[in-house]
Antibody
Framework: QVQLQESGPGLVKPSETLSLTCTVS????????WSWIRQPPGKGLEWIGYIYYSGSTNYNPSLKSRVTISVDTSKNQFSLKLSSVTAADTAVYYCARDDLYCTNGVCYRAFDIWGQGTMVTVSS | EIVLTQSPGTLSLSPGERATLSCRAS???????LAWYQQKPGQAPRLLIYGASSRATGIPDRFSGSGSGTDFTLTISRLEPEDFAVYYC?????????FGQGTKVEIK
């Protein structure tokens, strides 16, 4: 079955760029959307943005100016870059398969497979 | 941006009881893009319901979803010990995703 695994530094300094990678195993990255979602300690979930395997993206308007999501289909990976980080960006970062499928004229969309999450702390 | 408001914030119930969780949207949401997730401490969220009322693969039938427009409900018919967790609703509107703030279902 498809599994996702986040990787990247657990500590990032303020004003620097947070970089994470999600590796997809057990299936192809093609034909799907893929999202990044984060969760500050003790708080709720925040959608960061998605990328389609072809490279098209869409971001949360509140983060859009600082976010870049990219895909490497040859490695079955997609990545997140978040620039100019502050302590408010400290969170568990999840990657997720953003499944959009259509049947009988109706389209459905949900995050059906998640990585285990990786904690990123922003601190000097 | 569509805001999802979940209520109550915390639900204190005993095993075997019925849980009813509410998710209200600030404007109409496409039902096919409304989902519910369960999250236990230290774990990633798990998809329970998509399309407002369809159970995801492997989800027990004690979980059910309903609603349309701006009002959606997740019902757990008889709480099992493993159901005590935080539940989030989520929607996709204009290709932008938003989550509710969550409802914690705790043991009374």
């Amino acid at each position: 079955q498809v599994q996702l695994q986040e990787s990247g530094p657990g500590l990032v300094k303020p004003s620097e760029t947070l970089s994470l990678t999600c590796t997809v195993s057990g299936g192809s990255i093609s034909s799907y959307y893929w999202s990044w979602i984060r969760q500050p300690p003790g708080k709720g979930l925040e959608w960061i943005g998605y990328i389609y395997y072809s490279g098209s993206t869409n971001y949360n308007p509140s983060l859009k100016s600082r976010v870049t999501i990219s895909v490497d289909t040859s490695k079955n990976q997609f990545s997140l870059k978040l620039s100019s980080v502050t302590a408010a960006d400290t969170a568990v970062y999840y990657c997720a398969r953003d499944d959009l499928y259509c049947t009988n004229g109706v389209c459905y969309r949900a995050f059906d497979i998640w990585g285990q999450g990786t904690m990123v702390t922003v601190s000097s | 941006e569509i805001v999802l408001t979940q209520s109550p914030g915390t639900l204190s119930l005993s095993p075997g009881e019925r849980a009813t969780l509410s998710c209200r949207a600030s404007q109409s949401v496409s039902s096919s893009y409304l989902a519910w997730y369960q999250q236990k401490p230290g774990q990633a969220p798990r998809l329970l319901i998509y399309g407002a009322s369809s159970r995801a693969t492997g989800i027990p039938d004690r979980f059910s979803g309903s609603g349309s427009g701006t009002d959606f409900t997740l019902t757990i018919s008889r709480l099992e010990p493993e159901d005590f967790a935080v539940y989030y609703c989520q929607q996709y509107g204009s290709s932008t995703g938003t989550f509710g703030q969550g409802t914690k279902v705790e043991i009374k």
